[in-house]
C-alpha cells in the first residue's frame, strides 16, 4: 500500500472525491504499528474475522482467497505472535462509487506463478488509469469486470531461487519467511540483502575446502545439505497453502 502513496495515486484518489482503505487480516495493534512505521495516511483497518471480505462476496463485488495452515513458517521471520485465526486473506483491490458502482477490481489468485499470492499486484499507476477510465462513464456503464491481466509491479523470481533466498534469510540454518515486522525493511530490500549473503557462504565453504581436512569439511557440507533439503520439504508441506475462497453462506 505504500506505493499508492509514494506515487501519488492516493493524492489523485482523493483529488477526484475518494478515500483510500486498507485492510488487513492481521489483528489493529499490527495494522496500527504499519500504518505509523510506513508513514501512511490513509486508515489501516485490521479485519482478523475476515468480515469485510465476507460483505464484499455477499453483494457481489469482489471474493477474495484465504490461505489456512500450519503458521509456523511465517512465525519464524515475526517478530510478533502470527495470529490469523481465520487464516489471512490474499491481496486485492476494489474501487466502488457511492452508488456502489465497481470502477476497478482484481483479486490474488493463488498460484505458482506468484509464489501463492506473495508477489504480483497491480501498480498503482494501472489502478489509478483504470479508475480514471471509468469515472466519467457513468452508472450506466455498469461495473467493471474483473482485472485478470494487470500490469504488475514485479515477477515472481523463480522457485529455486525464492527457497534459496529463504535459506539465506535464515542465516543457513534453517528457512526464514520475509513477512511483515515492525520496523523492518520493504521485503524487496531483504531479498536482496539475503541473497547477497550466498556469495560469502560459497567463498567460506570454498575456503575450508582449501585449509581444513577435506573429508571432514564434505562430511560437514553433506550433513547441512540434508539438513536444509529436510527443512525446505517439511516448510514447504506445511506451508499455508490450503486456499479457499471467502464467501457467504447464502
Not at 75 to 91: C, L, T
Request: include cysteine; charged fraction near 20%.
Amino acid at each position: 500500500m505504500r506505493s499508492y502513496l509514494e506515487t501519488g495515486v492516493v493524492d489523485k484518489i482523493r483529488a477526484a472525491g475518494g478515500e483510500v482503505y486498507a485492510i488487513t487480516s492481521e489483528p489493529q495493534y499490527l495494522a496500527d504499528q504499519a500504518h505509523e512505521h510506513w508513514e501512511l495516511n490513509f486508515d489501516n483497518v485490521g479485519d482478523p474475522h475476515q468480515e469485510i471480505p465476507r460483505i464484499c462476496d455477499e453483494r457481489g463485488w469482489l471474493t477474495l482467497y484465504t490461505s489456512r495452515g500450519d503458521t509456523t513458517f511465517l512465525q519464524r521471520g515475526a517478530n510478533w505472535q502470527v495470529e490469523h485465526p481465520k487464516g489471512f486473506f490474499q491481496p486485492g483491490v476494489l474501487a466502488i462509487t457511492q452508488s456502489n458502482r465497481i470502477l476497478y477490481r482484481w483479486r490474488s489468485v493463488p498460484s505458482d506463478e506468484n509464489l501463492n499470492g506473495t508477489v504480483a499486484r497491480p501498480t498503482p499507476g494501472h489502478v489509478w488509469r483504470a479508475l480514471e477510465a471509468a469515472l466519467p462513464l457513468g452508472d450506466g456503464a455498469g461495473d467493471a469486470a474483473h482485472d485478470d491481466h494487470p500490469e504488475i509491479d514485479s515477477p515472481a523470481p523463480p522457485r529455486l531461487v525464492f527457497i534459496a533466498a529463504l535459506v539465506a534469510n535464515g542465516w543457513f540454518m534453517g528457512l526464514k519467511s520475509f513477512v511483515y515486522s515492525p520496523g523492518s525493511d520493504p521485503t524487496p530490500i531483504r531479498f536482496k540483502k539475503a541473497f547477497s549473503r550466498w556469495p560469502v557462504f560459497v567463498a567460506l565453504w570454498i575456503a575450508a575446502f582449501i585449509f581444513l581436512p577435506t573429508l571432514w569439511v564434505a562430511a560437514t557440507l553433506l550433513a547441512w545439505a540434508l539438513w536444509i533439503g529436510r527443512d525446505v520439504r517439511t516448510t514447504l508441506d506445511a506451508m499455508m497453502d490450503v486456499q479457499e475462497e471467502i464467501k457467504t453462506t447464502r
